[in-house]
């Protein structure tokens, strides 16, 4: 077996993608309540996934019929679902629960 040299290299900290959402109050508030690191980026990450997908705001999200809001959300998660991502599917639905 050949041993490959080890390369150490430096990567340059970066903002997340989701950094633009932390600009609505909303937002905020919302993602405040939760502690863990963990659980706040794969929210954050859900939520911005969803607000792609939907080409909605989080202030316009937010401003949808409760019904319709829903529609939205679980149109996103059904396509997950049905490709047997079932995992992404529950993450999405579950992290906008607390956002809708």
């Not at 150490?8 to 993602?31: D, E, N, R």
């Amino acid at each position: 077996m050949v041993e490959r040299p080890r390369v150490k290299g430096k990567f340059a900290p970066s903002p997340h993608s989701y950094q633009h959402l932390l600009s609505y109050p909303q937002v905020k508030v919302w993602i405040d309540i939760y502690r863990s690191p963990n659980t706040r980026d794969n929210y954050l990450r859900a939520l911005e996934f969803v607000t792609k997908s939907t080409g909605l705001t989080p202030d316009k999200l937010i401003k949808l019929s409760e019904g319709k809001a829903k529609e939205a959300v679980m149109g996103i998660v059904r396509e997950y679902i049905q490709a047997d991502k079932l995992m992404v599917g529950h993450i999405l639905q579950t992290a906008m629960k607390g956002v809708l």
